[in-house]
């Protein structure tokens, strides 16, 4: 069945490196997202990865993804106190255009 | 290029009653897809509309509809409301095709009493 988990809390200092880990469980996902979700707004879209793929870097955003074990991670550098909000993974399944969505982690940045 | 935009962006009814909610994608896209997101339950999709037909439908009671008109906007109405349907609605608009990035609107928060 579908599933993505995901740690639920996550706090760092601002200026250190955050890494936020996703599982996921179709073996068919073709594309794998990242949103982002301040407080009482709609999901930003972040970044995504295809299923082909082990590494994708964005700026301050690095992906990774171990296909084997189905695990996602998203590595924020030089975390800011502007990154703090809840993060969304979302796997997309090959045969249809839907999401499913993690439960989301919170990642709290102390100055 | 403008964003997704949904209307209204808060709403309160009370049970028994039926909303409809409205969403705009950007220009050029051509699906639509629409999820509830609640503290218990997460974010859960509800339907995707391409090209003004219903492509993927998700777990809900079919007291959950929506339609897609030929300018690509999109209407979600859920008839005789219950407490539990009281959510943040959200609608991501895609192009439909390819590595489908959704982008979604700042959501519409349904209450009900």
């Known amino acids: 069945g579908e599933d993505v988990e995901q740690s639920l809390f996550l706090s760092v200092r601002e200026g250190d490196s955050s890494v936020i880990n996703c599982t996921y469980t179709d073996s068919s996902s073709t594309y794998l997202y990242w949103y982002k979700q301040e407080p009482g707004a709609g999901l930003q879209l972040l970044t995504y990865?295809?299923?082909?793929?082990d590494m994708k870097q964005d700026q301050r955003l690095t992906v990774l993804l171990n296909k084997k074990d189905k695990h996602l991670s998203l590595r924020i550098a030089d975390t800011q106190t502007g990154d703090s909000a809840i993060y969304f993974c979302a796997e997309k399944e090959d045969s249809s255009y839907k999401l499913i969505f993690g439960s989301g982690t919170r990642l709290l940045v102390r100055p | 290029k403008a964003g997704v935009t949904q209307t209204p962006r808060y709403l309160i009814k009370t049970r028994g009653q039926q909303v409809t909610l409205s969403c705009s994608p950007i220009?050029?896209?051509?699906?639509v897809s629409w999820y509830q997101q609640t503290p218990g339950q997460g974010l859960q999709f509800l339907f995707e509309?391409?090209?003004?037909?219903?492509?993927n439908k998700g777990n809900f009671p079919g007291r959950f509809s929506g339609r897609q008109f030929s300018n690509s906007r999109s209407e979600m109405n859920v008839s005789t409301l219950e407490l539990g349907d009281s959510a943040l609605y959200l609608c991501?608009?895609?192009?439909?095709?390819?590595?489908?990035?959704?982008?979604f609107g700042p959501g519409t928060r349904l209450t009900v009493l």
């Open positions: 220009s050029g896209h051509r699906s």
């Open positions: 991501a608009s895609s192009s439909g095709q390819g590595t489908n990035e959704q982008f």
């Open positions: 990865i295809f299923s082909n793929m």
């Open positions: 509309y391409f090209s003004e037909t219903q492509r």
